[in-house]
Every structure is written in structure tokens, then in C-alpha cells.
């Protein structure tokens, strides 16, 4: 059965670095999407991306963030400089209807 | 501003013990509702989708339902297995963002 894959599981980032989570969606999915999970709260909207641009995005989803489809497979989000408070479960989804998220990639800013 | 609340918040049952989870939402014009499952450190999971009020989906020892203000998820004759958090999600029309609320913890004992 297709499924979304992030990689990598964890990263370990110091303050202020810049961190790149790729994310290989379902092959024939058009939409996708960035979400992120701060422990013990809710899953929450970053942004979604159809047709090589950005279609939606949230109040989160500020110029430290951008994402790229840097070719067929690969989907990725850029975070420029992390922060403390950007710790956090970020999930990749892809849709043709229903969102299917990928296993997570857990971003630990040191 | 689309929300999502989801009680109870935690709930342990004894295998064989049936019971249902709430999800209240508002949101303007929904497009879909939405379960998934989410296992610790695991993303979502799809479960089902519910588009309007009087429809019923099931998928084993679970059934959802919806109405215009909430949506329920029964879980009939539980089992340890069925131990995870159910995530509750709308996305309205117009929009390809999914709003998600907490989630109802549920342990299942043996």
C-alpha cells in the first residue's frame, strides 16, 4: 500500500540553524501539506502546496519557513533559523481527496 | 475561525466495554469531517470521512456519525488494540486545511 515517508525520524538542531525535512508524498497525490505537532498539543496547519505553489498557509508559516518541490518525488520544508519554541512532531501529508500523513520527523532545537 | 473540541479528553475501558467519543465543532461551511488515528510518536492515521449530517461510516468495532453541530465515534467491544488517540478534524470549504482538536486518549485493559 502507497504511504507518505519523512526523513529523517530526528533531528537535533542547535538555535539559530537552518533544518531541511524532506517528506516523499503518495506518487500520484497532487496536494501537500505541512503540519506540526508541539508534545501534548494539537496538530496544527503550516501549509499546503498544489500545482508548485503555495495554496494556503497558516499564521505560523512565517519568512523563516518555505517549502520546495525540487523535483517529481521530493517535498520539503525549510525552517532558516530555528527557534527553541520550533521543537516540535512535523508531519508531511498528501491528498486526492482524504490526507494521508507520513510517520513524523521529531525536531529537537537545542 | 474554525474549531474543533473533542470529550473526553482521556477514557479507560475494560476490554468488551463499549463507549463513544464526542467531537463539537463549528466551522463555516464544512467541506468534510474527518477521524484518524494516532499512535504515541506515530503520525495520524485515516480512519473515515463524513461529508453530511445523517452519515454513518464503519470500519470493524468502529462506527462514526455525524450531525450539524458534532460527530461521534462509537467503539463497539473494544480491544487492547484499539488503544491509541482518535484525532477529530474539519476542513471547511473553499479550503484544503484540516482543523484539528486534541484528541480522545482511550486505553483499552485487558
Known amino acids: 500500500e502507497p504511504e507518505v515517508t519523512q526523513t529523517p525520524s530526528h533531528q537535533v538542531t542547535q538555535m539559530g540553524q537552518e533544518v531541511i525535512l524532506r517528506c516523499v508524498p503518495i506518487?500520484?497525490?497532487?496536494?501537500f501539506y505541512w503540519y506540526r505537532q508541539i508534545l501534548g498539543q494539537k496538530v496544527e496547519f503550516l501549509v499546503s502546496?498544489?500545482?508548485?505553489?503555495?495554496?494556503?498557509k497558516s499564521e505560523i508559516f512565517d519568512d523563516q519557513f518555505s517549502v520546495e518541490r525540487p523535483d517529481g518525488s521530493n517535498f520539503t520544508l525549510k525552517i532558516r533559523s530555528t527557534k527553541l519554541e520550533d521543537s516540535a512532531m512535523y508531519f508531511c501529508?498528501?491528498?486526492?481527496?482524504?490526507?494521508?500523513f507520513g510517520p513524523g520527523t521529531r525536531l529537537t532545537v537545542t | 475561525e474554525d474549531q474543533v473540541t473533542q470529550s473526553p479528553e482521556a477514557l479507560r475501558l475494560q476490554e468488551g466495554e463499549s463507549s463513544s467519543l464526542n467531537c463539537s465543532y463549528t466551522?463555516?461551511?464544512?467541506?468534510?469531517l474527518f477521524w484518524y488515528r494516532q499512535d504515541p510518536g506515530k503520525g495520524p492515521e485515516f480512519l473515515f470521512t463524513?461529508?453530511?449530517a445523517g452519515e454513518e461510516k464503519e470500519k470493524e468495532r468502529l462506527k462514526a456519525t455525524l450531525t450539524k453541530k458534532e460527530s461521534f465515534l462509537h467503539i463497539t467491544a473494544p480491544k487492547p488494540e484499539d488503544s491509541a488517540t482518535y484525532l477529530c478534524?474539519?476542513?471547511?470549504?473553499?479550503?484544503?486545511?484540516?482543523?484539528f482538536g486534541k484528541g480522545n486518549q482511550v486505553v483499552v485493559i485487558p
Open positions: 501529508a498528501s491528498s486526492w481527496g482524504e490526507q494521508y
Open positions: 478534524a474539519v476542513q471547511a470549504r473553499g479550503n484544503n486545511r484540516l482543523a
Open positions: 502546496f498544489y500545482n508548485n505553489e503555495i495554496s494556503e
Open positions: 463524513l461529508y453530511s
Open positions: 506518487s500520484n497525490h497532487l496536494y
Open positions: 466551522v463555516s461551511g464544512l467541506r468534510g
